[in-house]
Nanobody, 118 residues
């Protein structure tokens, strides 16, 4: 069971930056992929960014060029650098880990609130 703890959320103004961190309870070296999702009130949870064990990244179009996901295997931590934040980025951000071979298991953090004021 991988435990994930997010941190770094907060209240910022439009145009400012935040960096989210997701600390895993064990080595992320063999985790297939880690990602950040977000969910705004009344909306479905959506994938924002992901990074595979090999370092390949993927972003939802609305954050491309503004967000950067990275991982530090030595620290068992994944980061999400968010620049040029917009009010529509306001949501609870969740860290996710996918691990497994034939069966993929999903692990989730409890989330961290990001609020961007205009």
């Amino acid at each position: 069971q991988v435990q994930l703890v997010e941190s770094g959320g907060g209240l910022v103004q439009a145009g400012e930056s935040l960096r989210l961190s997701c600390a895993a309870s064990e080595s992320i070296f063999n985790i297939n992929a880690m990602g950040w999702y977000r969910q705004a009130p009344g909306n479905k949870r959506e994938l924002v960014a992901s990074i595979t064990s090999g370092g390949s990244t993927n972003y939802v179009s609305s954050v491309k060029g503004r967000y950067t996901i990275s991982r530090d295997n030595a620290k068992n931590t994944v980061y999400l650098q968010m620049n040029s934040l917009k009010p529509e980025d306001t949501a609870v951000y969740y860290c996710n880990a996918k691990r497994g071979t034939r069966i993929i298991n999903d692990y989730w953090g409890k989330g961290t609130q990001v609020t961007v004021s205009s």
